[in-house]
């Protein structure tokens, strides 16, 4: 792909993710607002449902008191008006009816309208059956009431709801953290002045002062001043990173021991931090096929209970019990079944497995992609800055000459380079600077015409050229300046004798390594494609022990090998820079991008790896599989748990004096849900061990 293609390529990618942003901002409106209102809304809820159950607890005690059902059963007798307790426990109960059961009565109406009958149906039926026929009992019709079982169903299920949403809330609160990260105010520079503002105030091209140990406010480029940062928040690396004059910041990131003057490039939903948070919302919200197989259950459990429930109290009917213990019985399997577990088991694991994944650095925008890199059978890469680290550094340097040492070639190499731009030269200064080496000056720099530069350094006339332009020279080249078919090797030639070798080559990365043999170990095939040439891509391949290679390949041609793989029964992933990659990371089961620094765009990947770290794809294969383990878990005790209690709520043991009544059944279903909801906390020790 030519140079001019690429760079429309990547506009129309660029272009398309601002209309996406753009659409998200219409859709979400402010991210650190929204996400204070989703979290406050959660709050006030958590608050409803704890004042109804304290309210609905108190006025329990005299339904209690008052019950005869309770009394025979205590073998006490107490009476406020003895003709007349029937009607005062029928105005409690009715005003824990109401205010107690509303949330589950709105329920109801919400579910029956969007045709889903679910949990809250299942309750609201049970507590009205319950309401109406103690009302008609009270009110003449023949059977004994029981009150006090609706008003101690309807506590409990406030309890059981009361814990559930705490246990989701702590869940999701890793997204507000993640606002959290962001600071809210900025000292602006404004002619040499600086002045507080919040962050909101600030705009594009603003400059913005961070002083030793701030939060860096905004994404932006560093105007002037050096410091290290710690982006480990964002990226999930461990080291503080050196960054000096135009190197990019994120917002949010820790600010070192350096003062740092910032040019603002990126604010409000633009950004870094606030797409963070935008995909991991979305991962959490997105339906996935595994949540659908639990709505699934959910509603023909639903119906299971409504036809267990009127099936129980038809068949009690017909054995000749009074309706009372017949209305009992089928109360108390409409509590059973109530599938709170059940809608429990994936939300919560989900919520804990995409906001801990974020932490590591693993940004998961289709759940459904997440949950099945559990059954991936062929992985293949890009190498590029994926396998590689994407640029040229020096892997040996070497003396010629016995007038000079080892560090003096790579010294008068460095003279010269220092006034160069190729990347060739940027891996010799690189290696220059990690040496901590001062490279003398050099006067007279001159290009060789596709074959290398020269300049004099410390009066002598020094090259740095290419093997063909020695060879031109007629001067032999000793056969251990190459080593590797993968590398690219220059020399160096002083006052025009062969003085020494620099090889450079695309470094594998050392993360690479252990990414292989960890995702080996998983008994996955390993492939890598790549547009680079056949000996440098045997090299790679031949370094990291892959299965296989394609080189020189085009991206509509890296699209067909993936389409071949599935084709042959593999579940594919892939893994690239999100760009050149894109129609590959589109038909792949599931898609990775690597995407360093700010470089998150990659619509067409399912997942993002924010600090380029192959080592992440292996964590997110563990993570993928122990989150799918948990939701199973979930499944197995939610749906487990009705199968057994169902039958005994329904009375087929009662000839044996095993009976559950609806208080028994509204604690065991909380239970379940308690039990649910502690299971999927297990699942952050499982990923923090990883």
């Given at each position: 792909m030519n140079s001019e293609n690429r760079k429309d390529k990547h506009k129309e990618k660029h272009d398309k993710h601002e209309e996406h942003d753009h659409q998200h901002k219409n859709e979400h409106g402010d991210h650190k607002h929204d996400s204070h209102d989703h979290s406050g809304h959660h709050e006030m809820m958590i608050k409803d449902f704890r004042k109804r159950f304290w309210i609905s607890l108190i006025i329990t005690l005299p339904i209690l008191l008052l019950s005869p059902m309770l009394q025979d059963l205590l073998g006490f007798h107490f009476a406020l008006f003895p003709e007349h307790d029937g009607y005062l426990l029928f105005v409690l109960s009715t005003i824990v009816y109401f205010y107690g059961g509303w949330p589950f009565l709105k329920g109801l109406k919400d579910e029956l309208s969007e045709k889903r009958p679910g949990m809250m149906t299942l309750i609201a039926v049970a507590i009205t059956v319950a309401w109406g026929y103690s009302t008609a009992t009270t009110f003449g019709v023949e059977g004994s009431t029981f009150f006090w079982e609706l008003a101690t169903l309807i506590d409990i299920m406030l309890l059981g709801h009361w814990i559930e949403m705490k246990s989701v809330m702590g869940a999701s609160r890793s997204l507000q953290k993640l606002v959290e990260m962001m600071p809210s105010e900025a000292h602006r520079v404004i002619d040499g002045k600086t002045e507080d503002v919040k962050v909101d105030e600030l705009n594009k091209e603003d400059l913005v002062e961070v002083r030793p140990g701030e939060k860096i406010p905004v994404d932006g480029i560093i105007a002037g001043g050096e410091s290290t940062v710690n982006q480990s928040m964002v990226t999930g690396e461990s080291k503080p990173v050196k960054k000096k004059k135009d190197d990019k910041v994120i917002g949010g990131t820790i600010n070192g021991n350096g003062s740092l003057q910032i040019k603002v490039d990126q604010v409000g939903d633009d950004a870094y931090l606030s797409k963070v948070v935008n995909m991991v919302r979305d991962a959490q919200e997105k339906k996935s096929k595994t949540q659908n197989l639990a709505d699934r259950i959910a509603y023909w459990l639903t119906l299971t209970a409504l036809t267990v429930g009127f099936g129980t109290l038809i068949t009690w009917l017909i054995l000749g019990q009074p309706f009372a213990f017949a209305l009992e019985r089928m109360a108390t399997v409409m509590v059973i079944t109530c599938p709170h577990a059940l809608g429990l088991a994936v939300p919560l694991v989900v919520a804990i497995s995409t906001s801990m994944a974020a932490q590591q650095g693993l940004l998961i925008r289709n759940r459904t992609a997440f949950e099945n890199a559990r059954k991936i059978s062929l992985l293949t890469f890009d190498k590029t800055g994926t396998l590689t680290k994407g640029n040229f550094g020096v892997t040996r340097y070497g003396s010629l000459h016995e007038k000079f040492d080892d560090n003096k070639i790579l010294k008068l190499a460095g003279a010269l380079e220092s006034k160069s731009e190729h990347p060739l030269a940027v891996g010799i200064m690189q290696k220059l600077k990690e040496e901590e080496t001062e490279v003398p000056e050099a006067k007279n720099f001159n290009a060789i015409s596709g074959a290398g530069i020269e300049a004099d350094v410390e009066g002598k006339k020094v090259k740095v050229?290419?093997?063909?332009?020695v060879r031109d020279k007629n001067i032999e080249i000793p056969d251990d300046a190459f080593n590797d078919e993968s590398e690219t090797v220059v020399f160096l030639l002083v006052d025009?004798?062969?003085?020494?070798?620099?090889?450079?080559?695309?470094?594998?990365?050392?993360?690479?390594?252990?990414?292989?043999?960890?995702?080996?170990?998983?008994?996955?095939?390993?492939?890598?494609?790549?547009?680079?040439?056949?000996?440098?891509a045997k090299s790679v391949s031949d370094e990291l022990g892959l299965d296989g290679y394609f080189a020189g390949i085009l991206p509509d041609q890296k699209l067909e090998k993936i389409k071949e793989f599935q084709e042959k029964g593999e579940f594919v992933a892939m893994t690239g820079d999100g760009i050149n990659d894109a129609p590959a990371l589109a038909a792949a089961d599931v898609g990775i991008a690597i995407g360093s620094g700010t470089d998150v765009a990659a619509d067409t990947a399912d997942i993002i790896l924010v600090n380029s770290n192959p080592r992440d794809i292996a964590s997110l294969v563990v993570y993928g599989k122990a989150s799918y383990r948990k939701m199973i878990q979930n499944f197995i005790w939610a749906t487990g748990y009705n199968v057994v209690a169902i039958p005994l709520a329904a009375g087929a043991l009662i000839w044996a004096g095993i009976v559950i009544s609806p208080a028994m059944g509204a604690i065991l279903m909380s239970a379940s849900t308690i039990i649910v909801a502690a299971n999927a906390q297990l699942l952050r020790r499982k990923m923090n061990k990883s």
């Open positions: 050229v290419s093997p063909g332009f025009n004798e062969l003085a020494g070798y620099i090889a450079m080559a695309d470094e594998i990365r050392e993360e690479s390594y252990e990414a292989i043999k960890i995702l080996r170990e998983n008994g996955m095939k390993l492939y890598m494609m790549t547009g680079d040439n056949e000996k440098v």
